[in-house]
């Protein structure tokens, strides 16, 4: 069975850093592109950033450009987002996703995970 | 950024009844259009892929269409377990969504 299970949200200051984590098993991780999407409270779905399979292609939204970051470890079979200089804005719960062919719609997504900026 | 908009933000619709969602893309993006369903405190379900392409396990009386800007989600003969939020999502240029239609049962 898929499962990807995040974890790392809470409560953080305007200006911290938090890092997600999003454990994957049940299918071959290192063949699949993976994604990050939020959804602030009571609002839409928005895409945050996408990762090519070995972790060599990155790409983000250009409300994080700059402060967040997406990386995996092929070995662990996990897949993270670095999230700096975090701003009230960024208050949501954080998806990861996985992709089939990395320009196709994510398949599979995990619970998510709340991420609260505010002071 | 292609923006895709929604149409109607919500719908109040009887069992049994058609419902019809409308995606509008600033730009042509062919048929890289998809469709998710959501439901609340659940993460999003993949219902259409690619304008048309039914997905495994997903009910027959889901469809889409279109092509190019405007595409379509049809639920023929609408049951209560379809109380959901619709996004519509593209990946023709880098990724985005649309932002949700409310589908509510009477």
């Known amino acids: 069975e898929v499962q990807l299970v995040e974890s790392g949200g809470g409560l953080v200051q305007p200006g911290g850093s938090l890092r997600l984590s999003c454990a994957a098993s049940?299918?071959?991780?290192?063949?699949?592109?993976m994604h990050w999407v939020r959804q602030a409270p009571g609002e839409g779905l928005m895409w945050v950033s996408r990762i090519n399979v070995d972790g060599s292609s990155t790409t983000y939204a250009d409300s994080v450009k700059g402060r967040f970051t997406i990386s995996r470890d092929n070995a662990k079979n996990t897949l993270y987002l670095q999230m700096n200089s975090l701003i009230p804005e960024d208050t949501a719960v954080y998806f990861c996703a996985r992709d089939p062919y990395g320009f196709s719609p994510p398949d599979y997504w995990g619970q998510g995970t709340l991420v609260t900026v505010s002071s | 950024e292609i923006v895709l908009t929604q149409s109607p933000d919500f719908q109040s619709v009887t069992p049994k009844e058609k419902v019809t969602i409308t995606c509008r893309a600033s730009?042509?993006?062919?048929?890289?259009l998809h469709w998710y369903q959501q439901k609340p405190d659940q993460s999003p379900k993949l219902l259409i892929k690619y304008a048309s392409q039914s997905i495994s396990g997903v009910p027959s009386r889901f469809s889409g269409s279109g092509s190019g800007t405007d595409f379509t989600l049809t639920i023929n003969s609408l049951e209560a377990e379809d109380a959901a939020t619709y996004y519509c999502h593209q990946t023709s240029s880098s990724v985005t969504f649309g932002g949700g239609t409310k589908v509510e049962i009477k």
């Open positions: 730009q042509s993006i062919g048929s890289s």
């Open positions: 049940g299918f071959t991780f290192r063949s699949y592109w």
